[in-house]
């Protein structure tokens, strides 16, 4: 019995040692030791055979058909006339009126094809689910057309199951624990310095220490862009949101102050461990519904260039990553310089988008942890300022499309908040008038409205 | 997700769908992948709530009557099978089966069947006559308040007494394919399903 116990502990020591040794000291000062590198090498080469395989057997099966369908995931083609265009092509075949209004019965097809194409497909809806892959990436996610293949194929599964839950998982706990440790202990001690410079730079050297371990508890491999353009104190970093990770992913390459709700539990204590050390803004929650509040705080906190970047997702919700959806204007009316990050994520590795709908955050995190890597390109914009006779909604706008144009994302005008709420009726309104228009003429509409 | 979806569809069905509709195999399986993202009560079945969720959808001022065509009369439920069998009416008409027409059942795409579905959209009581009173709040809903009442009216009345034969004020079917002999039907009800 003893000698179990003696076994076990030694084991536990060598676990220890290894994960200290070789993935936390490393991470601490920045370095890499090439592990991860290999370990990306080795794991594209076996999705690359895989694909392979997958494409042998479905060409066995005479199904070339449906794998060259997988290579796109959109179901039909739309044409992208205007209403005006495809209302006038279907009126040309009948009598024109001239007085009391134009409207043909043929009018309809063009709504009823509208919206069984949106049934079909729309460009809203399918953002806020996890993109489709363009090949099977070995884990347990799949495609609708990929089962079961090859005994080879499955075998490789199987393993891919055994490495991917009986090592790197228990390794990627392991870390992330230590990591949040670290930052709780780390912060609170950092806290109690008196306010000197000294106290600045251990709590960033600090920060920057703890993203880095629980980044590598992802084996997160980030590749940084444009370094140059990164986001400078007394300014505001937006960037495209896909999940809580967005933050470890920014914060490894430089400190942020956070903005966001205090939360109860865990979270409360690593927010409240954080803030002695660094001003982030923390908001109760009934201060968050004071918007007049939340801005003059923030302006606050902008206009002292002493203080770290704040950090804003500005779509307020997680998006697929394969799109960038509208920008609240809110943290575009404090004022200062914008700094805009596009992150992109690889999903061939794992998928990092959190459908809060559908997973809490424990169980995303066990995902996370059980996928084989998370792999993401940053890019650093260059800064933007208002300009003139812009107003904020234009200015969160040409933002928008900066980083939409820079991740490879579809822009998008959609608001993300439809996620759970409802679109709002001056869409359809606005639909109306433009239809109206077509029915009465552009100047006679405006009598139209006076009438009413 | 995608492979639970797959898996909850048996090929049985898939072949019946096939021939009911003409989709493909793989388009079944896509659209089957949508229905089921489009089904967040996850029964198996979509309601009206489900359709009103796509916010292209609910922008479309005709939204709620094309939603209504997915539910047959007193049904506030519609199957994967009910589903497709509607989308079926915006496939592409092919060169194939334009020639065998005279077959027994006419395919769900065919020029009439779009008409029909055109048709029902006017015709809210389903008594397969579009009234004026109909014409009138379909036109409403298009244009909302853009438009008064008199000058709404007067095209109602112009687009009945266009349309009428038989004087009875109302437009039937049959005067309905009339007025629209020239349209190109086919192509402008039609959806390009790839693949």
């Not at chain 1, 936390?24 to 080469?45: D, H, N, Q, R, W």
């Not at chain 1, 058909?65 to 209403?83: C, F, H, P, V, Y």
């Not at chain 2, 094309?66 to 589903?83: H, K, M, S, T």
Request: glycine share 8%; aromatic share 8%; proline share 3%.
């Amino acid at each position: 019995m003893e000698d179990f116990w003696g076994v076990a502990i030694s084991v536990l020591r060598m676990w220890f040692s290894l994960v200290v040794g070789l993935i936390m000291l490393p991470a601490m000062f920045g370095v890499s030791l090439g592990i991860t590198e290999s370990y990306m090498k080795v794991l594209i080469k076996t999705l690359k055979w895989a694909t392979m395989r997958i494409q042998r057997g479905a060409q066995e099966q005479q199904e070339q058909q449906t794998l060259k369908a997988s290579a796109s995931n959109e179901i039909i083609q739309r044409d992208e006339g205007s209403m005006e265009q495809e209302i006038g092509e279907l009126r040309r075949s009948q009598p024109k009126h001239q007085e009391g209004g134009d409207f043909a019965l043929s009018d309809v097809f063009y709504f009823s094809r509208k919206g069984i194409e949106t049934i079909v497909e729309d460009e809203v809806t399918q953002r806020f689910t996890s993109e489709e892959l363009v090949s099977w990436n070995l884990l347990t996610r799949t495609n609708l057309n990929f089962y079961y293949i090859s005994l080879r194929l499955t075998i490789l599964w199987g393993v891919g199951v055994v490495v991917r839950y009986c090592i790197l998982l228990p390794l990627r706990i392991t870390l992330t624990c230590i990591g949040l440790t670290w930052l709780v202990i780390g912060t609170t001690l950092v806290g109690f310095l008196p306010n000197i410079r000294v106290k600045n730079w251990l709590s960033e050297l600090v920060h920057v220490m703890c993203y880095r371990i629980c980044a590598r508890g992802l084996s997160a491999v980030i590749h940084y862009h444009n370094k140059e353009n990164r986001p400078k104190r007394g300014g505001i970093c937006v960037a495209n949101h896909t999940s809580p990770i967005d933050i470890v992913i920014l914060a490894n390459d430089g400190c942020y102050a956070m903005v966001g709700q205090v939360h109860g539990g865990l979270m409360g204590v690593i927010q409240r461990a954080m803030v002695r050390s660094c001003p982030h803004i923390w908001f109760e929650r009934a201060e968050m519904k004071d918007r007049h509040l939340v801005t003059q705080r923030l302006k606050d906190h902008v206009n002292d260039k002493t203080k770290l970047p704040i950090l804003i997702f500005p779509e307020g919700t997680c998006i697929n990553n394969t799109s960038v959806m509208m920008f609240k204007k809110g943290s575009f009316e404090i004022g200062g310089t914008i700094y805009p990050v596009a992150i992109k994520y690889d999903p061939q590795f794992g998928d990092a988008f959190w459908n809060s709908s559908k997973y809490n955050m424990v169980s995303y995190l066990l995902r996370m942890m059980t996928s084989w890597a998370i792999m993401c390109n940053v890019w650093y914009l260059p800064s933007m300022t208002q300009e003139d006779g812009e107003d904020a909604v234009q200015f969160a706008n040409r933002v928008k499309s900066a980083i939409a144009r820079q991740g490879g994302l579809v822009d998008l005008s959609w608001d993300g908040g439809l996620k759970r709420g409802k679109v709002k009726e001056t869409l359809k309104e606005q639909q109306q008038k433009q239809y109206s228009s077509m029915v009465v003429g552009e100047d006679s509409s405006g009598s139209g409205d006076a009438s009413d | 997700m995608g492979s639970r979806a797959s898996s909850l569809l048996r090929e049985e069905d898939i072949e019946e769908i096939k021939k009911e509709t003409g989709f493909s195999h793989s388009q079944i399986t896509r659209l089957y992948s949508r229905f089921h993202s489009l089904d967040k009560g996850e029964n198996g079945a979509l309601s009206r709530e489900d359709f009103q969720r796509i916010p292209e959808l609910a922008i479309n001022p005709l939204g709620d009557r094309i939603i209504n065509a997915f539910f047959p009369e007193g049904e506030d439920q519609v199957n994967f099978r009910g589903f497709m069998r509607t989308l079926a009416h915006f496939r592409p008409v092919e060169d194939n089966e334009k020639n065998k027409h005279l077959d027994a059942s006419e395919p769900l795409n065919s020029r009439s069947n779009k008409l029909l579905f055109a048709f029902r959209l006017y015709d809210l009581d389903r008594d397969d006559k579009i009234s004026r009173d109909e014409l009138l709040q379909v036109l409403r809903m298009m244009v909302g308040v853009n438009i008064s009442d008199e000058q709404l009216g007067s095209i109602a009345d112009r687009t009945i007494q266009e349309a009428d034969t038989n004087g009875d004020m109302c437009i039937s079917f049959s005067e309905f394919i009339k007025v629209l002999e020239k349209v190109d039907v086919e192509q402008k009800m039609s959806i390009r399903f790839l693949h």
